[in-house]
């Protein structure tokens, strides 16, 4: 069985305010706080966690509040490899109106050492490659050189790991440079990977294919929301439904979830449509929980035989 390993660079306390008569432009007040840890290889390991997987987060965490997020780590039974830099962690603020969608704010406050990266770097080299699969996620913070990042994920890659790569912060000539085994941009990431529109079925079957045939990676999901996901790889393309929610708690960390259950299903050895299948119930599932909070196995279960996988 393959280990699982997950990447995050530029994590975030994700706070969640409760305005139930949310209106721009005056005080509003907040009915109920939560804050998790978060970022988005942290949610893709409490999805994992929440669900009996086990894997290990690897986390940069500021020195002024780290503590603080690395006890949210443990209350989540996340096993985890902390990296220590100076400053604070940054924050992520959604606000939750009793109806119409959230609006979330996203504090960009965090900066990456040079010191904490290569630590960082030697800790996942030093890994057993061709046993482990790694998702790398997120933005990357200030401080890190994008090259470092690339040049990191290569040569993961070309020591046996799978590379699972979901960083806006990387074009699509890096995502080729990178030797990334697995991407899942949504449609407007995809749109700016490949210069064309991607939120239609057509135009993501179309975007993905791209991806694939310029070597962006061996496989490439697109997410299209409530409209499911397409998925491609040099051999097949698939259209992936999901069954509809009337008005889902929270869809962020959706997509973090996705990845969770892709990861999951792959390292059990599942076949391909069976870890198309729990990727989209894990990201679905994600859905119906609060905030950022994992998707549950009770509704993993619900949901597996309900996503529609169509070949195109």
């Not at 924050?91 to 704010?105: D, M, S």
């Not at 890659?157 to 991407?183: N, P």
């Amino acid at each position: 069985m393959k280990q699982i390993r997950t990447i995050t660079l530029n994590p975030v306390f994700d706070l969640h305010y409760d305005v139930p008569d949310f209106s721009p432009g005056r005080e509003n007040l907040v009915s109920a706080v939560e804050r998790y840890a978060g970022g988005k290889g942290v949610n893709t390991a409490r999805a994992l966690a929440a669900n009996g997987i086990d894997s290990i987060a690897y986390v940069v965490v500021g020195t002024e509040n780290g503590a603080s997020f690395l006890s949210c780590l443990d209350k989540d039974g996340v096993a985890y490899r902390a990296f220590h830099t100076p400053g604070r962690i940054r924050e992520g603020i959604t606000v939750h109106p009793r109806q119409g969608r959230e609006t979330r704010l996203a504090v960009n406050t965090f900066r990456l050492s040079d010191e904490s990266f290569g630590a960082l770097e030697a800790a996942l080299l030093a890994e057993d490659l061709p046993r482990c699969l790694f998702s790398f996620s997120g933005r990357l913070p200030e401080g890190v050189e994008k090259e470092r990042v690339i040049s990191l994920l290569s040569r993961l890659a070309a020591g046996g790991a799978g590379v699972v790569v979901d960083c806006a912060s990387l074009t699509r000539d890096d995502l080729r440079r990178s030797r990334a085994w697995f991407i899942k941009p949504n449609e407007q990431e995809a749109q700016a990977l490949c210069g064309m529109n991607a939120a239609t079925v057509s135009g993501a079957i179309e975007a993905a294919r791209m991806l694939i045939a310029q070597g962006a990676s061996e496989s490439a999901m697109i997410s299209l929301g409530a409209n499911g996901a397409v998925y491609a790889d040099r051999e097949d393309a698939y259209l992936l439904g999901v069954p509809p929610l009337k008005d889902p708690p929270s869809t962020i960390g959706a997509g973090d979830s996705v990845i969770a259950g892709w990861l999951a299903a792959m390292a059990q050895g599942a076949a391909k449509e069976d870890r198309l299948r729990l990727a989209m119930a894990y990201g679905t599932a994600a859905c119906m929980t609060r905030g950022t909070l994992p998707p549950r196995p009770a509704g993993v279960a619900t949901l597996l035989p309900q996503i529609r996988i169509e070949r195109v």
